[in-house]
């Protein structure tokens, strides 16, 4: 597993869920810890999210069809 792939499957959607996670410790008033180090996961989260989003996407195989280099599938 490439560096592409470990972003698009683990380093995008947990950088965004620690954002969301940051703004839902920071409404809470019940755990103290939670309130004080929500920023701070809010920030963490923010700028995983901005190094993610940097990193380009994972390069598709292109399956050639036959049809598509004979005038394409309508003739």
């Known amino acids: 597993m490439n560096i592409r792939v470990f972003n698009q ?19 809470q008033p019940w755990i103290e810890v939670l309130h004080l180090y929500s ?7 923010l700028i995983g999210f901005n190094f993610a989003v940097h990193i380009p996407a994972p390069e598709k195989t292109v399956i050639e069809d036959e049809h598509l280099g004979q005038g394409g599938p309508h003739g």
């Open 9 to 27: 499957r683990f380093l995008e959607p947990g950088s965004m869920t620690l954002m969301v996670l940051g703004i839902i410790c920071l409404c």
């Open 39 to 45: 920023v701070t996961i809010m920030l963490i989260g």
